[in-house]
């Protein structure tokens, strides 16, 4: 229950867009806050995006203007879409499903931002 599994990632030029989907393995996923987060080497993880049930939305400064996360709920699927991105961005992002004592997090997918 509640396996996450992350995808999208890979080699984007600074500039370029990408979009990250993390499909859940959850009986309701509406009832789910769900979040992105991040960690590159040498940083600490960073919440990065979250969506409540309710479908209100919080960004990390750093983010804001450019990510944008939503969520299909008939799907089971979380999204974040990345525009105008910029070499910090570069990180492992993960997927988070929380409600209650439930928290459940996906492997990650590798985001690399590079000329």
């Known amino acids: 229950q509640g396996r996450l599994v992350e995808s999208g990632g890979g080699l984007v030029q600074p500039g370029g867009s990408l979009r990250l989907s993390c499909a859940a393995s959850?009986?309701?996923?509406?009832?789910?806050?769900m979040a992105w987060y991040r960690q590159d080497s040498g940083k600490q993880r960073e919440l990065v995006a979250r969506?409540?049930?309710?479908?209100?939305?919080n960004y990390a400064d750093s983010v804001k203007g450019r990510f944008t996360i939503s969520r299909d709920n008939a799907k089971n699927t979380v999204y974040l879409q990345m525009n105008s991105l910029k070499p910090e961005d570069t990180a492992v992002y993960v997927c988070?499903?929380?409600?209650?004592?439930?928290?459940?997090w996906g492997q990650g997918t590798q985001v690399t931002v590079s000329s």
């Open positions: 959850l009986s309701t996923v509406s009832i789910y806050t």
């Open positions: 969506i409540v049930s309710d479908g209100s939305t």
């Open positions: 988070n499903a929380r409600y209650g004592v439930n928290n459940f």
